[in-house]
């Protein structure tokens, strides 16, 4: 299997993954009006940031998702698909903070919107 460790990988990561989603009976809905020409390449420049520590992104994760009606089970459901995905694909060290970031990210924004609605 291939350590993660290449943007390119990061492509693979991110197509694969939202392949996936957009075909997922519980993520799909949030997911089917996104304009994914674009929305990709911000998600691929993100995990780069988040994974080589590629400079260039500054979007707030946590505020582009408050407006959408999220529950836990679609952030459990995302991390799982998530997780899959990197281990279906990657192996190594980088492959295993992918799947620790996604759970933080996961985490953290269901906390912040469950704060946000108390």
């Known amino acids: 299997m291939k350590q993660l460790e290449t943007p390119e990988d990061i492509h693979q990561l991110v197509a694969v993954f939202y392949g996936k989603v957009l075909q997922d009976e519980i993520l799909s809905p949030f997911f089917a009006r996104l304009n994914f020409e674009s929305h990709l390449p911000k998600m691929e420049q993100f995990w780069r ?70």
């Open 49 to 118: 940031f988040a994974l080589l520590s590629e400079p260039g992104y500054t979007t707030n994760v946590t505020e582009k998702h408050l407006h959408m009606p999220l529950q836990q089970v679609h952030f459990d459901r995302w991390t799982t698909l998530f997780k899959q995905t990197v281990d279906e694909l990657f192996e190594g060290e980088l492959a295993q903070q992918a799947k620790q970031r996604a759970s933080v990210i996961g985490w953290t924004i269901h906390s912040k919107m469950s704060n946000q609605q108390d």
